[in-house]
């Protein structure tokens, strides 16, 4: 009896239903999407190949080895470079998530003359070019006087970073309760307790997102860096740029790849972080 019902339900299916769930049909979006990543992601396919290549130059292959990442971790100015961007992305990223929370807060809760243009004024280093913010950066200096250190290059990266950081943690209070304070507040909290207790937690996600986001990013640049860097003062970046002019070899490709694998760990993390957060919010 079962067979046959099942039997007469297959039956009453369309045959076009059956067909598609036997052979599902490549459209040409997927098309144009496989060649999209394709396109996206071929000269990072080609240049993790020629990282392993036994060649002391990228043209041709001479067979597979590891010696190039061996080479440079013993690098002294690999080393040397990598930490001063560590240095120079834990401390502008530190300050600018203290002070961005803050001033996404204050937009986000508080009312004053000249809000709007404060809000377009505090935004504003996410549209200028890289170039642009350099030399305004670099002539700022100039005028007070200061000398270009390593402590230069976190007080530019700082600008940026606190633009990011606000513009995330600013998307995150738009989707909250504004009633949330107020609730506590009148259980007795006081305001500093009420932003501690209510509004911070809520809001950790989006900070801990736009700090990974910002440290890649104070990670990667190299503009701002290169006109606000005091001798010795070179950023990984920097070091890159300065060895790529005599030839790109295998671990100059090397030390890309690493780059580009930390920063995709990095932004997995953040894309985790963001999904969770998201996940506990419609739950």
Known sequence: ????????QEEDVPVEMLKSKVKPRL??????SLLMFFYMYLPILVLTFYSFNKSAYSAGWQGFTLNWYVKLFADSRVLKSLQNSLTVALVAVAVAAVVGTLM?????????????????IAYLPLIIPDIAMAVATLVFLAVIGTPLSLWTIVAAHVVFCLSYIAFVVSSRISGLDPHLEEAALDLGATPFQAFIRVLLP???????????????????????ASFTAGTGATTLPMEIFSRIRTGVK??????????????????????????????????
Not at 1 to 8: A, K, L, N, P
Not at 27 to 32: D, E
């Open 1 to 8: 009896m079962t067979d046959t019902v099942t039997h007469q």
């Open 27 to 32: 459209s040409w979006q997927g098309i144009f």
């Open 104 to 120: 996404a807060v204050g937009l986000a809760r508080y009312h004053f003359p000249g809000k709007a243009l404060y809000r377009g």
């Open 202 to 224: 809520e809001l950790m996600p989006a900070i801990i997102a736009g700090c990974l986001i910002s440290f890649v990013l104070s990670m990667d640049d190299f503009l701002i």
């Open 250 to 283: 295998p671990d100059i490709n090397a030390l890309s790849v690493m780059l580009i694998l930390g920063s995709g760990a990095i932004a997995f993390v953040a894309e985790l972080v963001r999904y969770r957060s998201e996940q506990k919010r419609f739950k």
